[in-house]
C-alpha cells in the first residue's frame, strides 16, 4: 500500500522541477548581468515566488493534465529584459539553457538515487517500464512510495529536459540557438522569434514533435540506465 496517491507525489516532483528550472533561468541570468528576475524573487528554490508568477501554469494545468493523462505538465517563467539579452545574445543563450540543463541533472541525481536503492536491497529492476515506475521496490509501504517518487522524478525531468530543448518558440531551445549564430544574426533572429503570435503555434509544434519523440528518447535514457538490459 503506497503511503501517498501519485497525484501528491506527481505535484511534489513538479514544484521541485519547474522549480529549480527556473530558478536556474534567474540565477544564470543575475549572474550573467540581467536583475529583473531576481529583483522578481525568482532567485530560489521557494516555489511560492514562481507560483504567483504563473499560477495557471504551476497549479491548474498540472493537476488537469494529471486526470486527463495520468501524468503532469504545465509551466513556469522567469521574466528577463529583451534589451539585456538582444545586446548580449550570447548570454541569454545560456540563460536559456540553465532552465532544461538543471532537470537533466536531476535525471543524472534521480538515476543515482535508483541504483543506490538497489544497490543497498530496497528497489529492483522491474521487468517493465512505465512512466511512474522506473523501479520497484521490495517493501510495499514506506519502498514502494520512494520507489514512485524517484521514478517520477527521472521521467517528469527527462520529459521538461527534452520538451525544452526543442527549438521552437516559445521554448527554451528557441533561446539557446543564439550560441551557435553571430551576434548579428542573433539580433536579426530574435527579433524574429519575439513574436507572440509565435507562442500557440510554436506550443502546438513542439507538442507534436515531442509526442514523436520523448518515448523513444525515454527508451534509450532506460536502456543507458539499466545498461545491457534491452528494454524494447
Known amino acids: 500500500m503506497e503511503v501517498f496517491p501519485d497525484i501528491l507525489f506527481w505535484y511534489l516532483v513538479f514544484l521541485l522541477s519547474t522549480t529549480l528550472h527556473e530558478a536556474s533561468h534567474a540565477f544564470f541570468a543575475m549572474k550573467l548581468g540581467d536583475l529583473t528576475a531576481y529583483h522578481n524573487g525568482q532567485v530560489t528554490l521557494n516555489p511560492i515566488p514562481h507560483i504567483k508568477q504563473e499560477p495557471i501554469g504551476t497549479v491548474v494545468v498540472p493537476f488537469i493534465?494529471?486526470?486527463?493523462?495520468g501524468w503532469m505538465i504545465g509551466w513556469a517563467s522567469a521574466p528577463y529584459n529583451l534589451k539585456w539579452a538582444y545586446d548580449h545574445p550570447k548570454k541569454a543563450g545560456?540563460?536559456?539553457?540553465?532552465g532544461p540543463f538543471s532537470n537533466l541533472l536531476l535525471v543524472v541525481i534521480a538515476g543515482i538515487l535508483i541504483h543506490i536503492g538497489i544497490a543497498l536491497g530496497y528497489f529492483y529492476q522491474p521487468d517493465s517500464i512505465t512512466i511512474s515506475s522506473i523501479v520497484q521496490a521490495y517493501d510495499e509501504g514506506i519502498g514502494t512510495s520512494l520507489a514512485s517518487m524517484v521514478s517520477i522524478l527521472f521521467s517528469l525531468n527527462l520529459i521538461l529536459f527534452i520538451f525544452n530543448l526543442i527549438p521552437i518558440p516559445p521554448l527554451d531551445g528557441s533561446g539557446m540557438v543564439t550560441?551557435?549564430?553571430?551576434d548579428k544574426n542573433s539580433r536579426k533572429y530574435m527579433s524574429f522569434?519575439?513574436?507572440s503570435a509565435f507562442a500557440i503555434f510554436g506550443i502546438l509544434i513542439a507538442w507534436k514533435i515531442f509526442?514523436?519523440?520523448y518515448f523513444k528518447i525515454h527508451l534509450i535514457f532506460i536502456n543507458f540506465l539499466y545498461w545491457g538490459s534491452g528494454y524494447h
Open 211 to 213: 509526442d514523436w519523440i
Open 65 to 69: 493534465s494529471f486526470f486527463l493523462a
Open 94 to 98: 545560456i540563460m536559456a539553457a540553465a
Open 193 to 195: 522569434i519575439h513574436n
Open 179 to 182: 550560441l551557435y549564430l553571430s
